[in-house]
Every structure is written in C-alpha cells, then in structure tokens.
C-alpha cells in the first residue's frame, strides 16, 4: 500500500478537491473516474486497482467506496465543509482525545475546537486517542463525559471507520489524567 497515494487521497478528499481540478458532492463523494483523470493530469499517478488497495488496506479504514462503486469519500477528518449524512447517535458513555501536552492550557480554558476541521474527533479506545496525540507532541489521553453529554442534549455522530464526531467539547465535560 502506498502511503504516499494514501496522503494524496486524504489530502483531496478531506482538504483541497480543488487543487486537482476535483468536485465533491455535498455529502463529500468524488466521482473515482474522475479522481483518477484529474490525479494523473496533476502528475499524481493513480490507478483503480492502487486506489482500492489503499482503501482495503488503509489501517484506519479513511476512505469509503459508495455501493455502486462509483464514487469514493473520506470517512472523517474534513476541512472543508461536508454533510456526512450520519444520524446522530447516543454515545458509549465516555470517550477518549488524544492531544499533545501544549494544547492542555487552551483546552482546559476552551474546551475542545474542531480548529482547522469540520468536528472535534474522538476514538472509544485509549489505545487509539494515545497515537492521535503522539501525531501533535508528546500525548496525554483525555477522558469525555461523553454519556453526559448526551443527556444534556449534545450531539455525537459515528463516522463510516468508527470515529465519534462532536461539535464541540466544552470544559466541564473533560478530565485531564
Ligand atoms: C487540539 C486523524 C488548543 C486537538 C486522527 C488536536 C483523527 C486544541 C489539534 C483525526 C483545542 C487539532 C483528527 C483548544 C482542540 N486549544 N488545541 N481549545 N481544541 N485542540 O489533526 O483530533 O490519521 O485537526 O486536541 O486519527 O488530532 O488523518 O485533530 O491536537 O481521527 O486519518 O488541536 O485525524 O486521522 O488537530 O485528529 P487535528 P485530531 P488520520
């Protein structure tokens, strides 16, 4: 698998459809016919059978291939604006966010941010948040009252790799170690 094409498609998908020409659809799908044509005229090589490869063996399955076969997505982690189409959903009743021990300050002051994307992410399993962080710095695993929350009417969404999604994690819902 290459994780080169791999970046590309997250980069295309979830950042910048534009900067090969690219389209996608409201709910954030690329025709992969096209994907492929305007990969290769940006001198970005790609070919159905290297796309599906990275799809099937991306670890945490980031891409998902519509049921015609047709068009392709990211799963989460978008900038620009997608609607998902997932209903909302109760939550486990506490999640986890992996970050880097410089954001602490800022978070214990604002909360969770989406920042750059369209939601704050969330993982059920510590191992996972752990590895999230490590990507900012050095990681500390924070604990979301995710249960709470849901009872006082916050929305959570389950993207199509099993990512939870939020708006937003205000202050009193975190604990930090
Ligand atoms: C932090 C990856 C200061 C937040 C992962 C994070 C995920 C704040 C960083 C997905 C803050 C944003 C997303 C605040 C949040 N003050 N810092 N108030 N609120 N932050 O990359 O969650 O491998 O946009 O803690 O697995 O790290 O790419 O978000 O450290 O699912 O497929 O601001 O991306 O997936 O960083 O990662 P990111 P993330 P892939």
Request: hydrophobic share 40%.
């Amino acid at each position: 698998m290459s994780v080169q094409t791999s970046k590309f498609l997250s980069y295309v998908l979830r950042h910048a459809p534009e900067s090969i020409g690219l389209t996608l659809d409201v709910n954030g799908w690329a025709d992969i016919a096209d994907l492929i044509d305007k990969a290769n005229a940006a001198n970005q090589p790609l070919d159905i059978d290297t796309l599906h490869a990275v799809v099937t063996e991306s670890d945490k399955k980031r891409f998902k291939i519509s049921e015609d076969g047709k068009r392709i997505r990211a799963a989460q982690g978008h900038s620009v604006p997608v609607a998902l189409g997932h209903a909302p959903i109760e939550p486990p009743p506490i999640l986890y966010h992996g970050t880097a021990t410089r954001f602490l300050d800022s978070i214990r002051e604002k909360g969770l941010l989406a920042g750059e994307r369209q939601q704050v992410h969330l993982s059920s399993d510590m191992l996972t948040a752990e590895k999230v962080g490590q990507r900012h710095g050095k990681p500390v695993v924070l604990t979301i009252d995710a249960g709470r929350m849901f009872s006082e009417g916050i929305s959570f969404f389950q993207a199509d790799n099993g990512v939870w999604l939020t708006d937003t994690v205000p202050p009193a819902y975190i604990a930090i170690e």
